[in-house]
């Protein structure tokens, strides 16, 4: 399969998401009275394309979906949003499904069933065609084997790889030489680097693990930007009232993947990113909380 030169392809997960309101997170053994649910497409993989379609770019989507009415309702919202769905594949059995915790102060506590999203393969991988992609994002909700395969032909094509370590696991050396930007938050940064600590340590700490450049979510301070391609950097937040964190950081990485490939520097795509992330926390839900160029640019004030 061919992807349109300059595009940027996302290689990850689609899940549907069952999200259950309440006025905090339950603690472990916890039952806590809800009130309210929604049922909302999301997925890393997912939330990030449509977060990059949103934003002007031409995306495509490789992956899997199930069988199930899920796997449908899935492909419809990367279609409605004009992100190519030739790369997703259809599997016999059940999509991937996350339960979300939603509290009232806007934070949240996810639990995921990869459904097809385990079935995602490095042969998989090997049959996307690279060679008119800009840009590859990958997160960590499909098969590792699946996305070292991703990583390192993205890399072999000369392509920028951009890395969500979400969920937080530990990253094979090989594909952290092919990782061009990881993006850990705070949490997944402590545990990938074994301990809390202020985020120019924690990024020389990541740096040293093999990965060339390292962007720090840092939620409402901003993000932290160190490496091959960049000096220490602080970008700042823009401020406003959360209500819903749930896909702030898959938002982060679409909009900062498509401003790098327009060939912003990455303190000015940092900037972008921290607007878009910014918009989408005052919305409920993942994909529909992902907001559009003329917002961005709006808030940032990048009109290019």
Known sequence: MRFV?????????????LVVHAERIPLAGETVRGSGYDSLLGGKGANQAIAAARLGAQVR?????GSDSYGGALLDGLDEAAVDVAGVQVSDGP???????????????IVVQPGANGLVTAADIRALEFAEVGVVLLQLEIPMDAVVAAAQEAHKAGL???LDPAPVAALPEELLRAVTW????????AQLVAG???????AERLLAIGCRNVALKLGERGAFLMGADCEPTLVPAFAV???????????????????LLAGDSPQAAARYANAAAAISVTRLGAQVSMPSRDEVE???GNHG
């Open 196 to 202: 809390s600590m202020e985020p120019q340590q924690t």
């Open 182 to 189: 990881l993006t850990p938050n705070e949490t997944e940064a």
């Open 160 to 162: 920028a790889v951009i």
């Open 298 to 300: 709006a808030l940032s």
């Open 95 to 109: 999509s991937g499904l996350a339960v979300i915790t939603h509290s009232s102060d806007g934070q949240n506590a």
């Open 5 to 17: 030169r300059k595009s940027v392809l996302v290689i990850g997960s689609l899940n549907f998401d």
């Open 241 to 259: 009232k959360a209500v819903d964190t749930t896909a702030a950081g898959d938002c982060f990485n679409g909009a900062f993947a498509v401003r």
């Open 61 to 65: 989507m490789a992956g899997r979906v």
